[in-house]
């Protein structure tokens, strides 16, 4: 899986597409020392989404002790803050994240499956809604 994700990396960096991969680099908690590895952002109720494939991963805690970094892809590094989500907005991330890029794996609940049925799924797969200096400022407005 390590080569598989600096493979991801490198080819973000260079600009190249890799799907719907983009690289986000956090502050690690322990290290301080700035930490990237690749996720899938997603689409759902008009904001952007991070849903962890596993609970355990580096970057959630990561993110969960200082949300701020940078995610890249596209052609473009973007400043970003992390935050948690619960309730019926991670619910819809969680189907979002299940329909486009699980397709059946690492959650429980099937894709199609009815967005409270994804409760289940949250205290193994959190989410996090990607806020933009633009996106922070649109929600103040």
């Given at each position: 899986m390590r080569a598989l994700n600096s493979a991801v990396r490198l080819a973000v960096r260079l600009?190249?597409?890799v799907g719907r991969a983009h690289v986000l680099?956090?502050?690690?908690?322990?290290?301080?020392a700035l930490r990237s590895t690749p996720v899938s952002p997603i689409r759902s109720g008009g904001r952007r989404w991070l849903v962890a494939s596993s609970g355990a991963a580096a970057w959630v805690a990561n993110a969960r002790a200082d949300g701020s970094g940078t995610l890249r892809g596209r052609?473009?590094?973007e400043t970003v803050r992390l935050v948690e989500t619960r309730g019926d907005q991670a619910y819809s991330a969680l189907k979002a994240f299940a329909e486009e890029v699980a397709?059946?794996?690492?959650?429980r609940t099937p894709p199609g499956?009815?967005?409270?049925?994804f409760a289940a799924d949250l205290p193994d797969h959190p989410v996090f809604e990607v806020l933009t200096e633009r996106s922070r400022t649109a929600e103040g407005a």
């Amino acid at each position: 899986m390590r080569a598989l994700n600096s493979a991801v990396r490198l080819a973000v960096r260079l600009g190249l597409p890799v799907g719907r991969a983009h690289v986000l680099t956090l502050t690690g908690r322990a290290s301080g020392a700035l930490r990237s590895t690749p996720v899938s952002p997603i689409r759902s109720g008009g904001r952007r989404w991070l849903v962890a494939s596993s609970g355990a991963a580096a970057w959630v805690a990561n993110a969960r002790a200082d949300g701020s970094g940078t995610l890249r892809g596209r052609g473009r590094t973007e400043t970003v803050r992390l935050v948690e989500t619960r309730g019926d907005q991670a619910y819809s991330a969680l189907k979002a994240f299940a329909e486009e890029v699980a397709r059946g794996r690492w959650l429980r609940t099937p894709p199609g499956s009815p967005v409270r049925e994804f409760a289940a799924d949250l205290p193994d797969h959190p989410v996090f809604e990607v806020l933009t200096e633009r996106s922070r400022t649109a929600e103040g407005a």
